[in-house]
């Protein structure tokens, strides 16, 4: 029998952490542990209030899950008809499988990839993110955390201080920039000429300005857009395949909103076939969220995994940035 345990830990941020609909100075991330005496394994779940996702209602969720014979799953397969019987949120459910897989691996001699079948994680460049602040703070900003070490950066943005923003990044970092609403804005044409606005500034692609749920206005934007669209809420653990080829030109896939490594797969390599363009992203993690997530980062043409970067003390360590590249052990 298998012994499942999940504990809470309080990562205090070096900053305050500022998107368009949220400000956090901390979080509360959750670490699934399985052991059978002699192998053990991990998994982070990182829990995401844009999708209700709470710590507290986490752990009785995973109680639940103990409770209908979590301790007693002997197979992978086992552990998909629990999770599917019981839907726990996303992030519980990536912790979960993640801790099982990582637990497999370690009994069988196995890399993450090789179970996976993907090629073995190799250095890759990570995006940084400047978080939504008063633009005057930008320099300061980006002098103090040494950000002129990555090869891009992302510009959390909102409506209200939107092109200041980009405006004051782009005097004080040299290199190209992702624009990332977080769902801010609504109407597309108004978007269109924010885009207008962004034309002197060297800008790769535009991260889910409007919300989910403005499928039709997405449809709209892709045709008249001059920038690349990507997906970020607009894709969890099953998206309409169909409906995200209409309306996006890539995807920022997560971890935790895919659920798990198989899913996460599988919309990356869905993406590549359908000829959309493929990124993998990350919540506010520690390393071993990042390093779970750089298992399937040879699936993905770029990486925007910095969260660990901004945790004032990792407990893991298990990944390494040096000069903008990441490295794991």
């Known amino acids: 029998m298998l012994n499942w345990h999940i504990e809470a830990l309080a990562l205090e941020l070096k900053y305050t952490w500022k998107i368009s609909r949220n400000a956090s100075a901390g979080k509360i991330n959750l670490f699934v542990r ?47 008809y629990l999770l599917e019987s019981h839907k726990p949120a996303n992030a519980l459910r990536f912790a979960v499988e993640s801790a099982y897989v990582h637990f497999i691996c370690q009994r069988g001699n196995l890399t993450v990839p090789e179970f996976l079948g993907v090629p073995q994680p190799q250095p890759m460049a990570t995006t940084y993110s400047v978080p939504i602040m008063e633009p005057g703070n930008v320099a300061e900003f980006i002098q103090e955390n040494e950000l002129s070490r990555f090869q891009a950066l992302k510009v959390k943005v909102d409506q209200e201080t939107c092109l200041e923003l980009v405006q004051e990044v782009s005097r004080n970092f040299s290199g190209p920039l992702l624009i990332d609403a977080n769902e801010a804005w609504t109407d597309p044409e108004t978007l269109l000429n924010f885009f207008e606005n962004l034309k002197p500034y060297n800008i790769l692609f535009i991260e889910q300005p409007m919300p989910a749920t403005e499928t039709e206005g997405y449809v709209y934007l892709k045709k008249k857009s001059p920038y690349d669209i990507y997906a970020d809420e607009s894709v969890l653990d099953d998206p309409d395949w169909d409906a995200l080829q209409q309306q996006f030109h890539g995807v920022n896939m997560k971890l935790m909103k895919a659920g798990g490594y198989l899913r996460g797969k599988f919309i990356l390599e869905e993406a590549r076939r359908r000829g959309m363009k493929t990124m993998i992203g990350c919540m506010i993690e520690t390393s071993l969220g990042i390093w779970s997530a750089m298992q399937l980062s040879g699936l993905a043409q770029t990486a ?10 990792d407990p893991f360590k298990i990944v390494r940035e040096e000069n903008g590249v990441l490295h794991v052990g």
């Open 34 to 80: 399985v052991t059978d005496g002699q192998h053990t394994g991990i998994g982070e779940a990182a829990p995401n209030i844009r999708y209700n996702e709470i710590p507290q209602n986490l752990i009785l969720q995973f109680g639940k899950l103990v409770a209908a014979g979590l301790n007693n799953v002997q197979t992978l397969e086992e552990l998909f």
């Open 304 to 313: 925007d995994l910095d969260g660990f970067l901004i945790i004032r003390e």
